[in-house]
């Protein structure tokens, strides 16, 4: 299968941070599906604005310049000419694989490899998620618990409160919120953070403010309305990056994690003979 670096989820990641003028430009390049004379001078009288804001946009969205930035953005237009939604069961494929695009888009294995380190070695990891966010981190607590790492998933918002209270530097919190809204959310991290606990925050959004108390910042893609559960699960983003850490920690000590992955499946095994355990 072969996965495209697609520029839209640079544009979503990014959003928040850019001027309401820089916003009115990532509005067109995000609704826009028509192929057209995409030069500089051309775009930036046709949004009233100028080729120096078009090229400052590019920079913020990660690429040297408006060249290269729209270089990206036709061929992304192109793959989506040749691959028209036709249905509904289409369309939902589509879906996956272009979430499935945006992650790859957005994954850095060095920031991938940092947070998984962490998981490997802190003491105590807290993953904090309310709603769809909160199913994701109670998946997390069972695939890492797996691993023989002490985790606990936090879907309570009084019980998030005081974990974050009594945290301390041999602990990890992740937190995990789609929209970047749920703020029970960022105040456990950001009273984790003030405890000494390392913080990672899981977020369709990167706010700046986030910098002043999380670590590490780990993007995942987004839809519209995805949130919502409207088309497909809100878990799936978050879900392919938790395969993406679990593949990093289980390389730590691989031995004997693999032994210990085992030896828990085998004792749910022997405790439900009839029920499989996958």
Not at 80 to 92: A, F, H, L, Q, S
Not at 202 to 221: G, M, Q, R, T
Request: aromatic residues 8%.
């Amino acid at each position: 299968m072969q996965f495209e670096k697609d520029i839209e989820p640079l544009i979503e990641l990014n959003y928040n941070n850019f001027t309401q003028v820089e916003k009115g430009i990532a509005d067109f390049f995000l609704q826009n599906k028509e192929v057209m004379d995409f030069s500089a001078k051309n775009i930036a009288k046709l949004l009233f604005t100028s080729e120096a804001t078009l090229s400052r946009f590019a920079q913020k969205c990660g690429f040297d310049g408006y060249r290269q930035f729209i270089y990206r953005y036709r061929e992304g237009l192109q793959n989506e000419k040749n691959n028209p939604v036709e249905d509904g069961t289409r369309r939902i494929l589509e879906t996956y694989q272009e979430l499935l695009n945006k992650s790859y888009a957005l994954v850095d294995e060095k920031q991938i490899k940092k947070v998984s380190r962490q998981i490997a070695e802190k003491r105590r990891i807290f993953v904090y998620g309310k709603g769809s966010s909160g199913i994701a981190a109670e998946e997390l607590e069972m695939r890492f618990m797996r691993l023989g790492i002490d985790i606990e998933g936090i879907t309570d918002s009084h019980v998030m409160t005081m974990s974050s209270a009594v945290t301390n530097e041999d602990a990890l919190a992740i937190g995990i919120t789609v929209s970047g809204k749920t703020n029970v959310v960022v105040r456990a991290l950001k009273t984790a953070k003030s405890k000494g606990a390392f913080t990672v925050i899981i977020s369709s959004v990167h706010l700046k403010k986030w910098d002043d108390f999380c670590d590490e910042v780990l993007p995942i893609p987004t839809k519209e309305k995805l949130d919502l559960g409207k088309l497909i699960s809100p878990q799936f983003p978050i879900l392919v990056l938790c395969d993406i850490l679990y593949t990093n920690v289980l390389g730590y000590d691989r031995r004997n994690k693999e032994a210990l992955h085992d030896l828990t499946l085998a004792e749910l095994n022997a405790m439900a003979p009839t029920d499989k355990i996958i």
